[in-house]
């Protein structure tokens, strides 16, 4: 019931900026629990950062003050501003919707993925 369409990626150098965006139909994402994740090739999925249904956010080390995880609930709409990008952000980058909402345990939505090299 739920779809998440991913946008925004490309192509930028070494400190350059990007502005992921997310889009939701299909159901109440005001209330969802929503992360942005990114796989490289050959290398595990990694989650980049969580925003729960109030907004609030985390970020692992890799990621904590260079990216900026928000939420547009008016617009269904979850964005990921990526700053300073270093050559090691290189990724597919995904949005997911988490299953029951706090715990990230468990994401039963993901979208397509949009691309992001730095180069």
């Known amino acids: 019931h739920v779809q998440l369409v991913e946008s925004g990626g490309g192509s930028v150098e070494t400190g350059g900026s990007l502005r992921l965006s997310c889009a939701a139909s299909?159901?109440?994402?005001?209330?969802?629990?929503m992360a942005w994740f990114r796989q490289a090739p050959g290398e595990e999925r990694e989650g980049v950062a969580t925003i729960n249904n109030f907004g609030n956010t985390n970020y692992p080390d890799t990621v904590k003050g260079r990216f900026t995880g928000s939420r547009d609930n008016a617009k269904n709409t979850l964005y990921l501003q990526l700053n300073s990008l270093k050559i090691e952000d290189t990724a597919m980058y995904y949005c997911?919707?988490?299953?029951?909402?706090?715990?990230?345990?468990?994401?039963?939505?993901w979208g397509q993925g949009t691309q992001v090299t730095v180069s």
């Open positions: 997911a919707k988490e299953l029951d909402g706090g715990n990230w345990v468990d994401f039963d939505y």
């Open positions: 299909g159901g109440t994402y005001r209330t969802y629990c």
